[in-house]
Structure formats: C-alpha cells, structure tokens
C-alpha cells in the first residue's frame, strides 16, 4: 500500500492515471450518477471515476486507501434500494464500471462465459447467444444493468425458477480488495470444496466489501421451443395451486410464473401504448407462465394444452390464451413490464420486494391487502411478480386523489405492517433487491442480533476503514 497521503494528493493522481476521458469532474456531467431511477436519493461526490481495466480500479483503490477516501461503486444505476447512490456529504468518490465492458473469453464447450462487470446484462445474453447459449438472467432493467450490479445485488428477475439467482449463476470471481491487492478467483470449475467459498461474500455484498471486476459465469443450452400463456384467474389462491401442479406436471420446463393482479393489468393498458387485456372478461389475478425445453419438437404445446384444458375443467382457471408467434409472446410480457412503469404514473408508490415459503404465498397475499386495507381505506395494493419462488412484489399504490407527499410520509408505517406479517411467515424483508440505504433502518428489527454481529465482522476483517460504500447494509 501506498504511504498515507491527504486526498488532494490522491485525486490528483487518481485523475494523472486515468486521463481526462476516465473521470468527470463537472457538476452537470456527474449529476445522472448521484440519483437512483426513483429520485429518493440524491447524492455528491468529489468526482466520478470512469476507469478501463482492472489494473486501473486496482490503482485507484489503493490511492483511496492510502487516503482514507470512500469508494462507491456503481453499475448501471437501476438498483431499486439506493446503494450505488453516494452519501450527501460528498466525501466520497464514485466508481463507475461501465468502461469495464470486455467479454474476455466465451467457451461453449465448458459453457461458461468471462466478463468484465460492466458489461450490460443484455450484451452478456447477445454474446452467449452467439455461440448457441444461453445466459438466463433476465429482468426489466436488462437493457442498462451491468454485471457488477447484478452480482452486488444477487439479482433474481424471471427466470430464477429454472435457473436460479446470481449467485447460483456464478462460478468465479475477479476482486479488487479494500486494500487495492486483487483477488483472482476466476475458476470456472463445476466444483471446487477447498474451504470457505470466498466469491459468495462478495455476490449480494452491496459493493461493501470490494469491487468486482470480472466474472465466470455459467451457460446453458438455448432452449428451442418456448411457449407463453396468460390465464385468469378468481382467487391467489388458485393461482398457487396451479403453480404447485404445473411444477409438477412439466419438470423443469416451467421457466416463468408471474402473478399480475386485475389492477396491474389496467394501469398497464392506462399507461403503455400497446397494453391491451388479451382475454374477453374481467379476472381478479391472472398468470403469466412461460414453458421452455432445448428440444425442438418437444411436444411442449401440446402438453401445455392439455395441462390446461384440465385446469380450465376443474374450474382452477377461468380462461387464457397461448401466444401463437413470438410476437404475441412479447405482447403478453408487455403487460408485465407495463404494469411496473404504470405504477409510477398512478402517484406515490410504497414498494416492498419480499418473500415468504412458496406454500404460504397466497395466505400472505391475503393477509396483508386485508391489513393495508384495514390501515387505509382507499389503498390500491399491487401484489405481483415472481411467485413461482415465493417472492411478492407487494406495491401499494396511493389512493386516487390523495395528496402524495402525505401518503408516502407513511412509507415505514406501511413497511412495518407488511414487514411484520412477512416475518410470522418466515419471510425475508428483502427478495431481491438488496438492503442498500432503503431497507438498512429496517434490517436490525428482523435479523438476528447474532447474524448482525457476523456481518459486521466480516465487513471489519475486509474493510477496517469503512471505505467500501460506507453506510449501506450496515448502520454506520
Ligand atoms: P447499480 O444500481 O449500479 O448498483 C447496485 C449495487 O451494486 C450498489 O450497491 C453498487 O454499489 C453495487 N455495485 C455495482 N457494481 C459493482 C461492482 N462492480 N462491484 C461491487 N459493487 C458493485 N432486480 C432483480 O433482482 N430482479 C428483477 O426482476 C429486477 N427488475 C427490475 C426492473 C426494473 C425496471 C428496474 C429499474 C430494476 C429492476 N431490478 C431487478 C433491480 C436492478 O436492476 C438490479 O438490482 C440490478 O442487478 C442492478 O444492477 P446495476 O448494474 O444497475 O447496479
Ligand atoms: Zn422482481
């Protein structure tokens, strides 16, 4: 390491090292990477720090460390928790991967593909797809998410029923440690127990314990025939009971199950040019269920039929269609994308991303619109998303006509009464999404005192200083 040194010494040189096209100083320039997508937090720093290659991040984080300068990393900037926006004192420096953007090696034989965290999720897909693979990852902010970012959040999305999170999706890591020495963890092996699997520490870390740099990750065969229904639903409750059958019947065909709820649909068709309801008469919930198999000639549609002929006799589903091109497929994933961009032109928006056991989905889902309701007559919950792994996306949108800023100052009372019940279902107050600043208050009231204890350790052993995107996760 570097001797110590004051941080005027530091940024000078961090910025001699980089060259002018690495680092922006300029208040207009900087200001689209101080605010997160929702505007609730806004930020400052001494500079934004645009560096190209390992070595580079590497440089810069011992300059830091030597000058006691905090560091926060930043993607994309479509992380919905506000932890790669940094803190209003503007003592920090923010680091931003995007020029990190090199696919470094693609094997389809190993199928597994390495790459620099600030690649774009959607180019990470092109390029797999180029060689005749497949990487699953997919989510509503694929076209500008970076690598990094999906790592530091361990991101989900919709195809985590079949294919798993971040963190299953994962084989190695690149890592520049707090001290500025980098860990090369690049293994791309199926299987390696020699101890303590360092990589997971870093995948859902938040960027508090390192800057990722690069990643193997794994690939998988391109599926062949895909199939996309949308079926309507009466009750929650029979959308998870044809959810625990259609597990059943089609093995793990069942790439996607996404609940959407009645008004869902509607602020999609209200605000998305293109939305339109693709069935006749009006459902409270409905499902949007995507079956895959990497055979062509799979028998999928067929089976897909049958399967829901059934359902539909039994009465467990009221009516669907099954999208006859891809452009129709599209068409009925527009409707879940629309429902998340409606919400934000219905007023003030109180979000929770949660997850309760897969079995108890619907009891919750229950519960806790009749207690939101009880709370505030009025109240348009949106209870929504991944399901199939027993996450909710369990918005709650303003009253019509109500005053916004009224509402959303009761932004903790509401999480407390979702959080609560999320809790006596043995739930988790964050599915995916991560802690960052927005849920940071709120962790301590529902982990344990001893699994707090042990995060802070780990973050001490890897960063004494605090440097690492200092108050996130953890309270300071
Ligand atoms: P950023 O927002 O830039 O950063 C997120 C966190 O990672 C911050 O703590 C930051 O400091 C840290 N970080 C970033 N890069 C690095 C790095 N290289 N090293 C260390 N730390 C780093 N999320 C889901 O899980 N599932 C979804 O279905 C989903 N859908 C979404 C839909 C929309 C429309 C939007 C806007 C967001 C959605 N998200 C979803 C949230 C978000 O897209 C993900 O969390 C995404 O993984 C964040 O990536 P990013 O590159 O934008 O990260
Ligand atoms: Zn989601």
């Not at 900037?77 to 953007?101: C, F, H, I, K």
């Not at 369990?394 to 903790?412: C, I, M, Y």
Request: proline residues 5%; aromatic residues 6%.
């Amino acid at each position: 390491m570097t001797g110590s040194i004051d941080v005027g010494e530091a940024l000078t040189r961090i910025k001699a090292l980089l060259g002018l096209k690495g680092f922006i100083a300029d208040a207009a320039g900087m200001a689209p990477f101080l605010e997160e997508e929702r505007r609730l937090y806004h930020g400052a720093a001494r500079l934004v720090l645009r560096p190209s290659s390992t070595a580079e991040v590497a440089e810069i984080v011992r300059l830091c460390a030597a000058s006691r300068l905090p560091i926060v990393p930043q993607g994309g900037n479509t992380g919905l928790v506000g932890a790669a926006v940094p803190p209003e004192d503007g003592g920090a420096v923010l680091l931003s991967l995007g020029r990190l953007n090199r696919v470094r090696a693609i094997d389809p034989v190993d199928f597994t593909i390495t790459v620099e965290a600030g690649c774009v999720l959607a180019d990470v897909q092109r390029a797999a797809e180029e060689v005749d693979r497949l990487f699953p990852l997919s989510l509503g902010a694929e076209g500008s998410c970076q690598i990094g970012g999906n790592l530091s959040t361990n991101a989900g999305g919709i195809a985590v029923l079949r294919y798993g999170n971040m963190r299953d999706l994962t084989l190695g890591l690149e890592v520049v440690l707090p001290d500025g020495r980098v860990w090369d963890g690049l293994r791309a092996l199926r299987k390696d127990n020699t101890g303590y699997d360092l990589k997971h520490l870093f995948i859902g870390g938040e960027g508090t314990l390192g800057i990722i740099t690069a990643a193997t990750l794994k690939l998988f065969p391109r599926p062949r025939e895909v199939e996309t229904a949308f079926l309507a639903l009466g009750r929650v409750e029979d959308a998870m009971a044809l959810f625990a059958r259609a597990r059943k019947a089609s093995g793990d065909q069942l790439t996607a199950f996404e609940l959407i709820p009645r008004l869902g649909l509607e602020m999609a068709m209200r605000h998305t040019p293109g939305v339109a309801d693709p069935l006749s008469a009006l459902s409270p919930w409905y499902v949007l269920l995507e079956v895959s198999s990497s055979q062509s000639e799979s028998g999928l549609r067929g089976a897909l039929e049958a399967f829901l002929a059934e359902a539909m006799g039994e009465g467990l589903v009221g009516d669907g269609v099954i999208a006859l091109s891809s452009e129709q497929a599209n068409a009925l994933w527009r409707i879940r994308e629309g429902m998340v961009e409606g919400q934000k032109h219905e007023g003030g928006s109180i979000k929770h991303d949660v997850s309760v056991p897969v079995s108890k989905v619907a009891e919750f889902i229950v519960k806790a619109i009749a207690a939101v309701e009880a709370k505030l007559p009025g109240i348009r919950p949106i209870a929504f998303g991944h399901v199939g792994d027993g996450n909710v996306h369990f918005n709650l949108s303003q009253p019509k006509g109500a005053d916004t800023a009224v509402f959303l100052a009761r932004w903790a009372e509401f999480n407390h009464i979702v959080h609560d019940l999320v809790q006596r279902f043995g739930g988790s107050i964050s599915a995916e999404h991560g802690v960052g600043r927005l849920k940071r208050d709120e962790l301590p009231r529902y982990k344990s005192a001893l699994e707090l204890e042990l995060m802070r350790r780990i973050k001490h052993a890897l960063d004494p200083d605090g440097l690492m995107n200092p108050d996130k996760v953890l309270q300071p």
